[in-house]
């Protein structure tokens, strides 16, 4: 169990610290804009809410490049990786530009959701900068899951790094106008990430293209590089549903962060606060979803169910430990985390209490995203997406919409159907994995008898 542990661990730290390096943009942006006034903050907080939904569904169609490139790297196919990578850039490609054009185009949509006017004159802009930079950031993402499938995870997570002082420099210069550029304020932070996002989408491009590790599958390219039906049909099947999951799971916690913004300026900016320092750590649970997810793949393409079982207990335990560790950390430190945002005390005041929310939900949260993962890399996708369906939109949003305003609780209230709606998710998710490993161990122990 240690060993199976210790080798996910291993896959997942790139994957963990790409995963935070492009997290703490956001909490850059959020903390530099921020820092000009709360009503900025506000601002950068509704354009992440109302473009999460469209953004994470892109994220949920990359999923399918790493869950096929890795079924046939189980199977040391060469060709087929290759030929999954091409169908896969595309069909990205394809979606990117969708995304985009849809929310470069419906960015009024700001002004029909019950926000502040001063606030929605704010997002605009940001609201039109962000969208277009969907499209480089989808396709570097579909590049390092290419790249992740085969288990080389280092060159994203160097790209994602390095991409962190060019950002912070960028919006240095341009959100405070210094060394004689404009003064952008929220603007600025919205060119800077563009400019960010597109510069690490070429690196990484260029060393898949050019670089000796990659080389046996671009070589390969004039007998594997055609358009597919059948392949787009599997990627299909795989990226519909992980984005549906993704996308109902980002898109509870954006709702609820449009109903909050209703409350006022210092709701919604104390709510971005807290989803911020919770989505960060939720980045590591993340990669570890992703890198066991990636490795029972692997085992599916060799239908090695007992190394499946192996893989999902230990990475469901390391998640359990790393959830726990987090608790008590939001707990301990819910004073001191909103004041690296603003400086003002009711701000402050309502994200520590919040912060207290969103410590009782990270075990359940980390526990459930590695649950979809490894469902995922045994190719069950339809059921878990109704089941987390369920969880967030059937419980959660009404209950957390019931606790916040007929209750009187406020943005505590929507936090409470929040947890709910997570501790469902989790329960649901790990049940069904242990529950299929289970009967498919059974049944490759009775033909092993046999065969016996």
């Known amino acids: 169990m240690k060993s199976e542990a210790s080798q996910t661990l291993k896959l997942a730290f790139p994957i963990i610290i790409g995963e935070l390096a492009q997290m703490a943009l956001h909490l850059i942006d959020s903390a530099m804009v921020g820092a000009i006034s709360y009503k900025q903050l506000a601002a950068a907080a509704l354009v992440i809410n109302a473009m999460n939904i469209p953004f994470v569904i892109g994220i949920g169609m990359t999923i399918s490049v790493s869950q096929m490139v890795s079924l046939a790297n189980g199977r040391q196919d060469e060709r087929q990786v290759s030929h999954y990578f091409y169908n896969g850039f595309l069909l990205c490609t394809l979606t990117a530009v969708i995304i985009s054009l849809i929310l470069v185009f419906g960015k009024n949509i700001l ?87 597109s510069l690490i989408f070429i690196a990484l491009g260029i060393i898949i293209l050019k670089h000796h590790t990659f080389r046996k599958y671009i070589a390969v390219r004039k007998e594997e590089w055609y358009l597919k039906g059948q392949t787009w049909r ?5 990226g519909v549903p992980s984005s549906l999951q993704i996308g109902m799971e980002a898109g509870a916690f954006a709702v609820s962060g449009i109903i909050i913004g209703t409350l006022g300026a210092v709701s919604q900016a104390a709510h971005q606060i807290a989803l911020s320092c919770a989505s960060f750590t939720f980045m590591v649970s993340m990669g570890l979803a992703q890198a066991g997810s990636i490795r029972v793949s ?19 335990i390391t998640a359990l430990i790393y959830g726990t560790f987090c608790a008590i950390s ?50 069950d996708v339809k059921t878990p997406t109704v089941l987390i369906g369920i969880a967030y939109w059937v419980i959660a949003i009404p209950l957390g919409y019931v606790l916040a305003f007929p209750f009187g609780m406020g943005a505590a209230g929507m936090w409470l159907g929040l947890i709910m709606g997570l501790t469902v998710a989790s329960v649901f998710l790990i049940t069904r994995f242990f529950k299929m490993t289970k009967r498919n161990n059974l049944t490759v122990s009775e033909k092993l008898n046999v065969y016996r």
């Open 111 to 197: 002004y029909h959701l019950g926000q502040d006017p001063e606030v929605v004159t704010l997002a605009i802009p940001f609201m039109q900068l962000m969208g277009l930079s969907i499209i480089p950031m989808l396709l570097f993402m579909t590049l390092k899951q290419f790249a992740d499938g085969l288990e080389y995870t280092r060159t994203a997570m160097i790209l994602s790094l390095s991409g962190m002082p060019v950002n912070i420099l960028l919006n240095w210069l341009l959100i405070y106008g210094n060394w004689g550029f404009p003064r952008l304020e929220l603007a600025g932070a919205g060119w800077a990430t563009l400019i960010t996002r």
């Open 234 to 238: 599997e990627l299909l099947h795989i």
């Open 298 to 316: 692997n085992a599916f393409g060799r239908d090695d169910w007992f190394k499946i079982t192996a893989i999902g207990k230990s990475t469901m």
């Open 330 to 379: 939001f707990a301990l430190f819910r004073q001191v985390l909103p004041k690296a945002f603003n400086d003002n005390t009711q701000v402050v005041e309502l994200a520590a209490l919040l912060l207290l929310f969103a410590a009782v939900f990270q075990i359940s949260d980390s526990t459930q995203a590695i649950g979809a993962g490894l469902l995922r890399g045994i190719k």
